[in-house]
C-alpha cells in the first residue's frame, strides 16, 4: 500500500487560485476511487469532491462552482483546481485514496492552504 503524496498548497488572497496535486503510485491498476477532504481549525474533517475513474464526481455545495477536481487515471493523481478562494476554505487538504473501492482508504500527509482576506 502506498501512501498518498499532495503538493500545491499555500497561502493566496481571498479571490485567487490554487492548485492541488495528488499522486498515488506504485498501482498496477487505476484506482477505484480518490477524493479530498479538508480540515479547518476547529472543525471535522469534511469531503471536498471525490471521483471515480468513471469521472463519476461528488463535491460539496460549498465548492461548488469555484472548485473543480479532475484525475489523470492512468498516472493514479488526482487534482484540484480551487477558484475565488475564500477565507473559510482556510484548512489541512487531504488526499484519500480507496484502490478497490472498498472502502479501504489510504490517506495523505496533507497540505495546507490558506487563504487571507
Known amino acids: 500500500q502506498v501512501q498518498p503524496v499532495e503538493s500545491g498548497g499555500g497561502l493566496v488572497q481571498a479571490g485567487g487560485s490554487l492548485r492541488l496535486s495528488c499522486a498515488a503510485s506504485?498501482?498496477?491498476?487505476?484506482?477505484?476511487?480518490m477524493a479530498w477532504y479538508r480540515r479547518a481549525p476547529g472543525k471535522q474533517r469534511e469531503l471536498v469532491a471525490r471521483?471515480?475513474?468513471?469521472?463519476?464526481?461528488n463535491d460539496a455545495d460549498s465548492v461548488k462552482g469555484r472548485f473543480t477536481v479532475s484525475r489523470a487515471n492512468a498516472e493514479n493523481t488526482m487534482y484540484l483546481q480551487m477558484n475565488s478562494l475564500k477565507p473559510e476554505d482556510t484548512a489541512v487538504y487531504y488526499c484519500?485514496?480507496?484502490?478497490?473501492?472498498?472502502?479501504?482508504?489510504?490517506w495523505g500527509q496533507g497540505t495546507q492552504v490558506s487563504v487571507s482576506s
Open positions: 484519500a485514496a480507496d484502490p478497490r473501492g472498498n472502502g479501504i482508504v489510504l
Open positions: 506504485g498501482y498496477p491498476f487505476s484506482i477505484n476511487t
Open positions: 471521483i471515480t475513474t468513471g469521472g463519476r464526481i
